[in-house]
């Protein structure tokens, strides 16, 4: 597996813009070979968007067929100029099916 972060500032004014397109687009046709992603509030406001994909590949992939990625779209239509991280999944715990 293979996460994607996605983190940027977001005014207390704009935080409205960014659930929308959120949810606008988590409600939508997902992207082929996405696992699950989250949208992430800090207390100091700043917000993440963590997805995690089933390989790199599909992340590059996904990447070379698009102009921008959802999550930076969603960041930018609430004016925020995110920052972007790649991280491999060494390990993971949890419950459920995954």
Same mark, same amino acid.
């Given at each position: 597996? *293979?996460?994607?972060?996605?983190?940027?500032?977001? +005014?207390?004014?704009? /935080?409205?813009?960014?659930?929308?397109?959120?949810? /606008?687009? &988590?409600?939508? /046709?997902?992207?082929?070979?996405?696992? /699950?992603?989250?949208?992430?509030?800090? +207390? +100091?406001? =700043?917000?993440? @968007?963590?997805?995690?994909?089933?390989?790199?590949?599909? =992340? %590059?992939? %996904?990447? &070379?067929?698009?102009?921008?990625?959802?999550? @930076?779209? @969603? *960041?930018?239509?609430?004016?925020?100029?995110?920052? =972007?991280? %790649?991280?491999?999944?060494?390990?993971?715990?949890?419950?459920?099916?995954?």
């Amino acid at each position: 597996m *293979f996460g994607t972060m996605v983190e940027g500032g977001v +005014d207390d004014s704009r /935080e409205g813009d960014l659930r929308s397109a959120w949810d /606008e687009r &988590a409600t939508g /046709e997902l992207p082929t070979g996405l696992v /699950e992603s989250y949208l992430m509030r800090a +207390d +100091d406001g =700043v917000w993440r @968007i963590v997805t995690i994909w089933e390989s790199k590949e599909v =992340v %590059m992939a %996904m990447r &070379a067929k698009v102009d921008k990625p959802t999550a @930076i779209l @969603i *960041f930018e239509q609430a004016g925020s100029r995110p920052s =972007v991280s %790649m991280w491999t999944v060494e390990g993971r715990a949890g419950r459920g099916d995954h």
